[in-house]
């Protein structure tokens, strides 16, 4: 393990040391932090939703919240009562935030395609959305902005159901934020349930619940693990349970604002990962001090502390490329580009869930409302994933035709291909084809050398 070089809440790595390299390596390495314990004990919940349809789901609701319901999903009445309730303000911002993120991913819809070649053959893509689709509220953390998220894109394509699984309070409401979020973003459907037994409600279907093709939302252990022992009947998001910032700062930034960004992250527990990286090592003792400063009036000193104590670092390194390959090589959820010319510095970041561009540019803006969605690949997964958006609510059909021109041009090289590979029935599917093109071809010229 390289070297610490200081006692304050982030714990420092220089990359000049000879074993950096194998400490950040080591630090990349998140897969280990998946609760995978909880899938056996999940399992068992899923089974018996599915076995026991709405008789047990309703079980369920009672023994997590203490709630007996008499049905499961939000009357019209309740929903409107709930959206009333709310505070004018919050309905205002939670308008606004939807309608900035609905524009947004309006400009991001993907159009059906095809394309004609000569000789008679015809083929594209054809687009549709799926038709019903399930977001599903954790337990704890419920926000609206969450559900602003995960909806609207599904909204934006006409998906014509969405239904949103959220937990009820003791009382047997739904927050009035949450409806409210539900109403502006799109949903159809508002069902009392969460966590293990809302995923499987909306993977397997009861009475009272439609099966839905795909679930999306979440973040929590428990419906990250109902995720995944579902995920061979629908379509699920990845995981979705990491929580990660990658700051990286030059000598123009402002400490103040850093540790602010810092603390951020880390307010959300321990799961969260902050990362500072600079190549201006005043700049971090002075990021160091604030963190502690601000740690006394932000208000939860512990639940901060862990999460710092457990994956908060600072890099330091010898110059901004390197700390940009450093970034780069972490692939995190958030990347925050505090450096002069931050587009600039962005062409050289392949692997990032979302790039906060400048020093006016918090996380919390695309969190809330800037428009781009929040729901972003974490744990390294931003090498190869990219954020929730209208694609993951359309499927793809591919369509081919060939006319006789085109498989007798072709139809020489398919039938070798599939000599290649040993599939000789392949290969018998087009000469049989073959052989009637060539008998209408030869019927065709006898027809022709008679006439004459």
């Not at 549709?128 to 953390?141: D, F, S």
């Not at 600039?344 to 979302?354: C, E, P, R, S, W």
């Not at 291909?417 to 290969?427: D, I, M, P, R, S």
């Amino acid at each position: 393990m390289a070297s610490k070089t200081s006692t304050k809440l982030l714990r420092v790595l220089k990359t000049d040391d000879p074993d950096f390299d194998a400490a950040w390596q080591q630090f990349c390495q998140r897969s280990d932090e998946i609760a995978l314990d909880l899938d056996d004990e999940v399992r068992s919940s899923i089974q018996s939703i599915r076995e026991g349809g709405d008789v047990a789901l309703k079980a369920a609701v009672r023994a997590a919240s203490g709630f007996r319901p008499a049905r499961i999903e939000v009357t019209r009445e309740e929903w409107d009562e709930g959206c009333e309730a709310a505070d004018p303000a919050d309905r205002a911002a939670i308008g606004k935030a939807a309608m900035r993120i609905r524009e947004f991913h309006r400009k991001r819809v993907p159009s059906s395609w095809e394309m004609r070649e000569e000789g008679g053959a015809y083929m594209g893509h054809r687009l549709r959305p799926l038709a019903r689709v399930g977001i599903c509220v954790p337990t704890v953390g419920a926000s609206p902005s969450s559900v602003i998220m995960n909806v609207t894109p599904a909204s934006v394509v006409e998906v014509p159901q969405i239904v949103l699984s959220a937990p009820p309070r003791e009382d047997g409401t739904i927050a009035p934020e949450l409806l409210i979020a539900a109403r502006v973003a799109g949903v159809h459907r508002v069902f009392k349930m969460g966590g293990a037994m809302g995923i499987a409600a909306l993977a397997y279907g009861t009475a009272s619940v439609s099966r839905v093709d795909r679930i999306v939302g979440g973040g929590d252990d428990e419906i990250e693990a109902a995720k995944r022992v579902v995920a061979n009947v629908v379509g699920v998001t990845a995981q979705a349970g990491l929580r990660e910032v990658c700051i990286l700062a030059d000598k123009t930034a402002t400490p103040a604002w850093l540790a602010a960004d810092l603390l951020s992250q880390a307010e959300h527990g321990e799961p969260a990962h902050t990362v500072f990286i600079t190549h201006y090592k005043g700049i971090l003792t002075r990021v160091q001090d604030q963190l502690t400063r601000q740690l006394k009036a932000l208000g939860k000193t512990r639940i901060v502390k862990q999460a710092l104590s457990a994956r908060g670092i600072a890099v330091v390194t010898r110059n901004l490329e390197e700390s940009l390959a450093v970034a780069d090589r972490y692939a995190p959820e958030h990347l925050v580009l505090a450096v002069d010319a931050p587009e600039l510095a962005a062409k050289q970041i392949q692997n990032a869930g979302a790039i906060f561009l400048g020093h006016y540019t918090p996380v919390a803006v695309g969190d809330y409302l800037a428009g781009p969605n929040h729901v972003l690949p974490a744990g390294g997964t931003a090498r190869f994933g990219s954020p929730l958006g209208v694609e993951d609510f359309l499927k793809r059909t591919s369509f081919i035709k060939f006319e006789p021109p085109k498989l007798r041009e072709l139809g020489a090289d398919i039938m070798r291909l599939a000599q290649v590979e040993g599939l000789a029935g392949h290969g018998t599917s087009v000469e049989l084809r073959l052989q009637k093109i060539r008998r209408a071809r030869r019927e065709r010229e006898a027809a022709r050398e008679a006439e004459l």
